[in-house]
């Protein structure tokens, strides 16, 4: 599924997402990624349908909420930090309730991943810890045919063990080539293994949307003496950092100098340095 959004603003109080424009390719895990306060789960709320843009459209497979918003939600899958099944019935009864707005929803399907994601069909959602209750969304996200999962932050709630099976799923979901996930993280070393698209928010707008590659190609760590650093071309360092022993910058473009060392940034050194880079 390719994911568009063309010029999306949004104002919530004192927020702004201001002229986001990316197309998501198909068949990609998208990491989305940047600070508390970037503008992530307002994104992910437009892409889902459940904010109107104040400006901009969105596009999925090329048909837009205003003219298909009942096709687009038969194919997409969501999981967010909100309750979004009923405490007091049991995963089972919770299935067969919802699954009947999803004309290729199949019971034995989720109840298969319940089993999976070790949660028993039979017990109350009001008994599930937070974790659980995300399984359960995810659970029930895989059941109905989706074709685009958009995961709001739930890897943080998930023990290491589970992340693990959580990853596996994601690579399944996306091995036909025609499905997409989009998920929202703040743990980036999870992003840095799976993730072949990343787009970076702050405060707001977009800093950064492309393949990893890519990414990888356009910004690098250098590392070595403070001094070798400075006297890098001033446009191309991004953010220097002084330590004990040495120093390390991030550096936009082909710079080189053979008494530094250079490597690919990190998501997490991505965004550090980035959210240093105006003197902060």
């Known amino acids: 599924m390719v994911v568009t959004l063309q010029n999306i603003s949004k104002r919530l109080g004192n927020f702004s997402l201001t002229d986001i424009s990316l197309s998501l390719p198909g068949g990609y895990i998208t990491g989305l990624i940047g600070q508390n306060g970037a503008g992530k789960t307002t994104l992910l709320r437009i892409l889902l349908g459940l904010y109107r843009p104040d400006a901009g459209e969105v596009r999925i497979d090329g048909r837009s909420y205003q003219d298909q918003e009942i096709w687009i939600r038969e194919r997409t899958g969501a999981v967010l930090l909100e309750e979004l099944f009923e405490r007091g019935l049991t ?19 989720f109840e298969d991943f319940l089993v999976r994601f070790a949660l028993s069909p039979k017990r109350r959602c009001s008994d599930l810890s937070r974790g659980e209750r995300l399984k359960l969304q995810l659970a029930f996200a895989l ?39 989009v998920l929202a993280t703040h743990l980036t070393d999870d992003l840095d293994r799976i993730a072949d698209y990343i787009v970076y928010l702050e405060n707001g707008t977009g800093l950064f ?19 070798r650093l400075r006297a890098l071309p001033g446009e191309s360092v991004i953010h220097m950092q002084e330590r004990a022993h040495g120093a390390r910058a991030l550096v ?22 980035m959210s240093k880079r105006n003197g902060e």
């Open 91 to 109: 995963l089972r009864e919770n299935g067969a309730v919802y699954g009947r707005f999803f004309p290729k929803y199949r019971q034995e399907r």
């Open 143 to 181: 059941s109905h045919d989706a074709r685009l999962l958009v995961l709001d932050e739930p890897t943080g709630n998930f023990d290491p063990e589970f992340r693990r099976v959580f990853f596996e799923v994601l690579k399944e979901f996306i091995a036909d080539g025609e499905r997409s996930v």
């Open 209 to 227: 949307a492309g393949d990893v590659e890519t990414m990888r190609a356009q910004y690098r760590i250098a590392e070595g003496d403070g001094y």
């Open 252 to 273: 936009r473009g082909m710079v080189s100098d053979p008494e530094l060392t250079f490597r690919a940034p990190t998501l997490e050194e991505l965004m550090y340095f």
